[in-house]
């Protein structure tokens, strides 16, 4: 929620030199605690006087103890009230204050905000039981078409990857889902976006639903997904495996899990041009649209004549799962207590999943100056818990 605080001094007083310390409390309507209050550890000396007089001093090691199953109960947008307080070390009072009101949104609302794009693999859940369920229907598919039922990835080249793809793009087709706008939602900041069990039992889907949904059963089955993002609009596609490099020299290649149409063109225009990256038209499986596979891929596959700049991003799915950004994969098989809590992951999760980075590990700086009055410069929101929520979504 915070990635650091920051101090400086506001006001010069001759030779004095004192030590703070940051807190951090949360307001909040709800009925259970949303955050524990939190205190550094280390006070830091902060100098109102001399040549180090302005000077910030800062902390990063904000470890805030978040009830992420509360935020994953949350139906609605709620708001809230972040207190950060300055605290002298000596006295133990209360020197600077700064408050923030937050919105917290509800489980299923996603922001569409172009340095928080990458949430929206989040909502991607091969995990599901809609998306096992399509996967035997897309198996029994493959089965009468080629003799075989396996969803093996990659394992048997670039031609069984498209077999699989068209058997779930068709068995997601019979779901027989129609196009409704998204559900009503209390805030004009996000839009709501269905789970993949109220897509199909509900019948009902926008873009962003069908290519989340599309892109899960994509997982499942072993492939490498990827989400399109463009001005208007959303859809799917996957990592074709075709030619050199491989699937997994690219996904390791990528310079970033989200991959901006305006930073990164050269790199996009290769994967689609190339043919590495195989984008597909989600909308599609609608009723009315009456596309076939074919069709669906041919809508999405002018890109050599298209400028990649006109894509607001490309989410690589793995890329961001291991960049905390998950779906509700391992706490919902933990919940429900059942045979889900000792199923073993699928390929595709076991290839994902790597250790935590550990890059946000660093403590606070060394003092850089400061002073007495205090005034806090930057409590700087941090993205990660986001990421913490939606792995705690059920």
């Known amino acids: 929620m915070i990635r650091s605080v920051i101090v400086a001094a506001t006001t010069r007083h001759a030779g004095v030199v004192t030590d703070v310390y940051p807190r951090v409390r949360c307001e909040t309507p709800l009925p259970e605690t949303l955050v524990e209050p939190w205190s550094a550890d280390k006070a830091l000396p902060v100098h109102s006087d001399g040549e180090r007089f302005g000077q910030p001093v800062?902390?990063?090691?904000?470890?805030?103890?978040?009830?992420?199953?509360?935020?994953?109960?949350?139906?609605?947008?709620?708001?809230?009230?972040?207190?950060?307080?300055?605290?002298?070390?000596?006295?133990?009072?209360?020197?600077?204050?700064?408050?923030?009101?937050?919105?917290?949104?509800?489980?299923?609302?996603?922001?569409?905000?172009?340095?928080?794009?990458?949430?929206?693999?989040?909502?991607?859940?091969?995990?599901?039981?809609?998306?096992?369920?399509?996967?035997?229907?897309?198996?029994?598919?493959?089965?009468?078409?080629?003799?075989?039922?396996?969803?093996?990835?990659?394992?048997?080249g670039p031609e069984r990857v498209r077999e699989i793809a068209e058997a779930i793009y068709d068995a997601v087709c019979e779901c027989e889902i129609d196009y409704s706008n998204p559900p009503a939602l209390f805030s004009q900041m996000a839009q709501r976006i269905r789970t993949h069990d109220e897509v199909v039992n509900d019948k009902a889907g926008t873009c962003l639903d069908t290519t989340v949904l599309m892109s899960a059963c994509f997982a499942e089955a072993g492939l490498e997904p990827v989400l399109f993002l463009t001005p208007q609009h959303a859809f799917a596609?996957?990592?074709?495996?075709?030619?050199?490099?491989?699937?997994?020299?690219?996904?390791?290649?990528?310079?970033?899990?989200?991959?901006?149409?305006?930073?990164?063109?050269?790199?996009?225009?290769?994967?689609?041009?190339?043919?590495?990256?195989?984008?597909?038209?989600?909308?599609?499986?609608?009723?009315?649209?009456?596309?076939?596979?074919?069709?669906?891929?041919?809508?999405?596959?002018?890109?050599?004549?298209?400028?990649?700049?006109?894509?607001?991003?490309?989410?690589?799915?793995?890329?961001?799962?291991?960049?905390?950004?998950?779906?509700?994969?391992?706490?919902?098989?933990?919940?429900?207590?059942?045979?889900?809590?000792?199923?073993a992951a699928s390929a595709f999760e076991q290839r994902v999943f790597a250790p935590p980075s550990s890059a946000d590990d660093a403590g606070p700086s060394e003092p850089n100056a400061g002073g007495e009055p205090f005034e806090v410069t930057r409590a700087i929101p941090r993205r990660e818990c986001a990421s913490g929520w939606r792995g705690c979504l059920i």
Not at 124 to 136: A, C, D, H, Q, Y
Not at 139 to 150: E, F, I
Not at 275 to 288: D, F, Y
Request: net charge negative; aromatic share 6%.
């Open 58 to 156: 800062e902390w990063t090691d904000i470890d805030l103890k978040i009830n992420y199953p509360l935020l994953g109960r949350l139906e609605e947008k709620a708001p809230i009230n972040v207190i950060v307080e300055i605290v002298d070390a000596a006295t133990d009072t209360v020197v600077a204050a700064i408050t923030r009101e937050v919105e917290l949104l509800g489980r299923h609302d996603y922001l569409r905000d172009s340095s928080q794009e990458d949430m929206l693999a989040a909502f991607v859940n091969p995990r599901s039981k809609t998306v096992r369920s399509i996967l035997g229907r897309a198996r029994d598919l493959l089965m009468d078409r080629t003799g075989s039922s396996s969803t093996e990835g990659y394992q048997a």
């Open 237 to 343: 596609g996957y990592l074709s495996g075709k030619g050199s490099p491989t699937v997994d020299q690219i996904v390791r290649v990528a310079p970033h899990h989200s991959l901006s149409g305006s930073d990164f063109a050269g790199f996009l225009a290769d994967l689609l041009n190339g043919g590495h990256v195989q984008p597909i038209e989600t909308i599609s499986v609608c009723r009315g649209f009456g596309q076939d596979f074919n069709r669906a891929i041919s809508e999405q596959n002018d890109w050599a004549s298209r400028d990649p700049a006109d894509l607001d991003a490309m989410l690589i799915v793995s890329r961001c799962w291991q960049a905390g950004i998950t779906p509700p994969i391992r706490l919902a098989a933990a919940a429900e207590g059942g045979a889900g809590q000792t199923e």
